[in-house]
């Protein structure tokens, strides 16, 4: 029998932080490829850190893509599957995290994905504390995407000029230059 008294709505403690995507933000997890370049597995639910990517596009630099200044963690997992930073202490060997998840825009989780497959990603903690102030580290990020990924706005002027002769306006934005 299925009584309603042995039905909650609230979650489980394991994966619970998944429940609060309310479709604005996705969950993403990325590979942790040494112990060095997941901070040592100090990383803990909340921190924000940025992405550090050395050897960016194959152009040799190291950078932080603008997109990836600030990022929230949800969670570190273990190679087994369970949450490194949530498992009970009284286990006699801690594991080592193997992924971190972050909660990120689309822009973010795209940019992700492809720093997963082509690059070497280290992460650097930015801040660890109060949940109010890692609000303002996620607010700037996302105030920066929304300046990155927004279109410029179209004249009537520009709108006239394109309906008129469009192969001729998409000629005109390309830069030509007679230096190499």
């Known amino acids: 029998y299925i009584l309603t008294t042995k039905i909650s709505d609230v979650p489980t403690a394991e994966n619970a932080y998944l429940y609060r995507l309310d479709g604005t933000k996705r ?3 990325v590979t942790i490829k040494s112990f060095a370049s997941g901070l040592s ?3 803990q639910s909340g921190d924000i850190v940025s992405i ?8 040799g630099e190291t950078i932080i893509p603008p997109e990836l200044q600030y990022v929230e963690i949800i969670t570190v997992t273990a190679d ?9 202490a009284s286990e006699d060997k801690k594991e080592l995290p193997s992924t971190v998840t972050f909660l990120v825009t689309t822009e973010q989780s795209k940019v992700l994905a492809g720093l997963e497959l082509d690059s070497r990603i280290h992460l650097s903690l930015v801040y660890r504390g109060a949940a ?3 609000a303002r580290f996620i607010e700037a ?3 920066l995407i929304a300046e990155l990924y927004t279109e410029p706005e179209k004249t009537e ?5 394109e309906a008129a002769d469009p192969d001729e306006s998409q000629e005109s934005e390309a830069p ?3 230096e190499f």
């Open 157 to 161: 002027e520009n709108m006239e000029s």
């Open 80 to 88: 087994s599957g369970y949450d490194a930073n949530t498992r009970e």
């Open 132 to 134: 109010e102030n890692a």
């Open 176 to 178: 030509v230059s007679d």
């Open 27 to 29: 969950a993403v997890s």
């Open 141 to 143: 990020q996302d105030a």
């Open 41 to 43: 597995g100090k990383l």
């Open 52 to 59: 550090i990517v050395a050897d960016y596009k194959g152009t």
